[in-house]
Every structure is written in C-alpha cells, then in structure tokens.
C-alpha cells in the first residue's frame, strides 16, 4: 500500500468519527464535507454543535464502550476533539482492529499533565520544574500546610498548582502565593482535596505565549504552521495573532521545539504545542492531542486550515500547504456574558466590517463560556486587532 493511504480495514477513509461534537467538531465536520467525508460525532448532547451543521450524531456519554463501539461501527477512523476521553477505551479499540488516529496510547501517555511534563523533560524539551504532592491521608492538614510552604521554597513564590487532568480554559489551575495565610483552605476550595489528582510547578515569567501547530499524515512527514502569538486572560484563550511578532531566532526556536514536542507523540493528526516566551529562553507550557483554539484563524489565514489538515491526516490524504494568505489575521474568541442562548443581534454591525469573519458554534451562553470568535484579515497588524474586536464587541451586545 502506497504511504498515506489508509490502513486498518484494509480500505479507503470516506466516513469519519469523532469522539466529541463540541465546537472543534463541528469545524471538522465544516471541513470534512467538502472533501465528500461524511461524519459522526458521539457527544451526549443532542443538538451538539456539530450536528446542527450536519454531522450524523451518536448521542452518548464520550467514555461509554457500547457508544463508542456504535461510532467506530458507523466510520472508517475515529479521531477526537476532546482530550479528557478515556483513552483506555480507545486504546481497546484499536487493539480489536478499528482505525484510531491519532494513536491512542500517545493520548494515554499525555492526558496526565505531569506525566506529560516528564515525558517532555525527559527528551530534553524545557519545560517549568515540576514537582508531584505527596498522597497524604484526609487527616493531615499540618503537613499539608507544611508541604505548600516547601513548595515555595522550592519552585519560588507564587508557584502553579495543577490538576493532572482534565483542566481546560484555566480552570484546572491554582496560583499558590507563599504569603496566603490560608494557602491550603484556598488551593482545596478550587481544587479539592484529592492530592493523588495534583502537582506543582514553577511559575514562569513570561513576556509572551505563543503556540506551534503542527500536522503529521499518515506516512509521518509534518508540516508546521507559523508561529501564532496566543494572549490568555484568567487561563481563557483571548486573542490569537499571526505573525507572531518574535525575533527571528526566537520564533525559528519555537517552531524548533514544537516539531521536537511532536516528534513524541505518535500518529497522525494535528498537534498544538503551547509555550512560554520568556527574556531568555522558550519553554513549552503543554501539548494539545488535537484542533486547538490557536488555530482557528487558519481557517481564513491559511493556504488549508487545521481542521482541513486534521481530516487530511486521519483519512490518510496527503497534508496541505501551511502559508499564510495574509499579511495579519487575528482571532478572538466570543465569550459568553449570561446565561441563555447565545445573542443574535450585533451581527449584522459585525460583518459590516470588512474581511472579519464571524463563528458562532450554537452553544448556549453561560459567562466566559467559549460560543463563537472573530477572525479579521488585513495587512496591518493593529488595525486588524482593532477591527476583530469591534466585531467582538458588536456580537457581545
Ligand atoms: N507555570 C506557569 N507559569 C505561568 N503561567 C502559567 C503557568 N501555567 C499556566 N499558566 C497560565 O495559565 C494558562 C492556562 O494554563 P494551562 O496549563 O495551559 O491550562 P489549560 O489546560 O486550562 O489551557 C496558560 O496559558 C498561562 O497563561
Ligand atoms: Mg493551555
């Protein structure tokens, strides 16, 4: 068979399925159409993003065995969008002949933040200094009061606390400050009590974030899309700018360190790689299995978008070019402010403006929750920051 075509069950790639059907699948399924692939998302809310835009949806929980069975059924590769799945069951899968991709043993080894930081400390990749919390019984409070302090003294003040899983948009993260007095009644009323689920690590201090996309096809060739500036407020992805703006030597050791990060991970499919940009060095902060919010501009920006790219790479086509089409592109992501369905007024006013291109993912609106974002192109870097929120705040009426 020649190299990247697809091959578990022998045949071609026409039927896709994706574990998730939030907003990432339904872009997928956005890109997947047109190339004739049909799609089905398993997601337990009926209505999903993804189906409202003609994904075939299985309703169902993303860890339930007979769900995920009826997926890998209905297509001929099962992918994600979502990496806090069970990665155990896709693992199974695999092992009784279905086509996963990317490869679910490399989701196992990454799911887990911390055992994702030595996995990349021990390749040589700079990451923040770790350190695991100790399993200490319910009953020990003072050693745990104790054990925060040394934290400080030994990755510096303020130190990160992390859940190893599942945290997404912030909300796994804890900033621990040596000089709370009630460091501990803090940290367990954002994070709980269950230290077997928590790790530290130093705070790094930053001058910018930036991210690394980069997609691999099915014979292992890769491609790398530019360098995307990332800003978060409160851990939420904001505001993605391409260029990036670094130094040369700079931005050439980012796209360095992502195409090593990604050289780790196994399979085929589109990776992101986010890293801290500090006055001496860039440091990766951690890595994305999948389609990632720093690449939606790429839908406009790009010669082929990571969504297009990632369909590409699992149905075993080749990969696209990875240019930019523009001089400056700049997303922002449409956040929720109440509770309810998404707005629809603004859009009108936000698309009056010119070459802005506005997604709205049919979400219901709860505050700071992710329900569309902008994408403004340009030849001016600043003037295309300003127009993408105005259309921002148009759509935020
Ligand atoms: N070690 C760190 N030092 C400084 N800032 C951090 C650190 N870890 C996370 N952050 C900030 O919090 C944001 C979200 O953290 P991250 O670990 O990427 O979680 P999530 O999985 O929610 O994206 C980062 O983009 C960065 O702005
Ligand atoms: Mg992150």
């Known amino acids: 068979m020649p190299p990247g075509t697809a091959h578990a069950a022998g045949g071609e790639v026409r039927r896709v ?14 890109a997947a159409h047109p190339l004739g692939l049909a799609v089905t998302v398993l997601d337990p809310d009926p209505g ?26 209905a297509t001929d590769v099962v992918t994600w969008e979502i990496e806090h799945i069970d990665a155990d069951a896709l693992v199974a ?3 009784g002949g279905v086509l996963v991709r990317p490869s679910p043993s490399m989701l196992a080894a990454v799911q887990d933040k911390f055992a994702q930081k030595q996995l990349l400390a021990g390749a040589g990749i700079a990451v923040a200094a770790t350190v695991a919390f100790p399993p200490l019984g319910a009953s020990a409070a003072p050693d745990r009061a104790a054990f925060l302090v040394s934290l400080v003294g030994r990755l510096g003040d303020p130190v990160v606390v992390k859940a190893r899983r599942g945290g997404f948009d912030g909300r796994g993260n804890h900033v621990l400050s040596g000089g709370d007095p009630d460091a501990l009644g803090a940290l367990t009323a954002t994070l709980g009590d ?4 928590l790790y530290a690590e130093a705070s790094v201090p930053f001058v910018a974030e930036v991210a690394v996309i980069v997609a691999r096809d099915a014979a292992g060739a890769t491609v790398a899309y ?3 500036r990332t800003v978060q407020e409160g851990g939420i992805c904001h505001t993605v700018s391409v260029p990036a703006g670094l130094d040369p030597a700079i931005d050439a050791e980012a796209q360095d360190l992502g195409r090593r990060t990604v050289a780790l991970l196994d ?14 060095a860039v440091v990766v902060n951690e890595i994305a299995p999948r389609v990632h919010n720093s690449g939606h501009l790429t ?3 790009a010669a082929t978008s990571q969504f297009e790219q990632h369909v590409r790479a699992v149905a075993g086509l080749p990969l696209g070019p990875t240019t930019l089409r523009t001089p400056a592109a700049v997303m922002v992501n449409v956040l929720g402010r109440r509770e309810g369905p ?29 329900i569309g974002h902008v994408t403004a192109l340009g030849a001016d870097a600043a003037e295309v920051a300003a127009r993408a929120l105005a259309a921002r705040e148009a759509l935020r009426t």
């Open 48 to 73: 999903c993003p993804a189906a409202q835009v003609g994904a075939t949806q299985i309703v169902g929980r993303l860890d339930d065995p007979a769900a995920l069975a009826a997926l890998s059924a």
């Open 267 to 280: 399979g085929p499919g589109v990776f992101a790689v986010e890293m801290f940009v500090t006055p001496d």
């Open 17 to 30: 399925g994706i574990v998730g059907g939030g907003q990432l699948g339904r872009m997928l399924t956005l």
């Open 299 to 301: 839908i406009e920006a």
């Open 226 to 228: 530019p360098t995307l």
């Open 93 to 95: 899968l695999e092992a």
């Open 194 to 197: 269950d230290w077997s689920a």
């Open 342 to 370: 998404a707005p629809s007024e603004g859009l009108g006013a936000a698309l009056a403006l010119p070459d802005t291109h506005v997604h709205l993912y049919g979400k219901t609106s709860y505050p700071q929750r992710k």
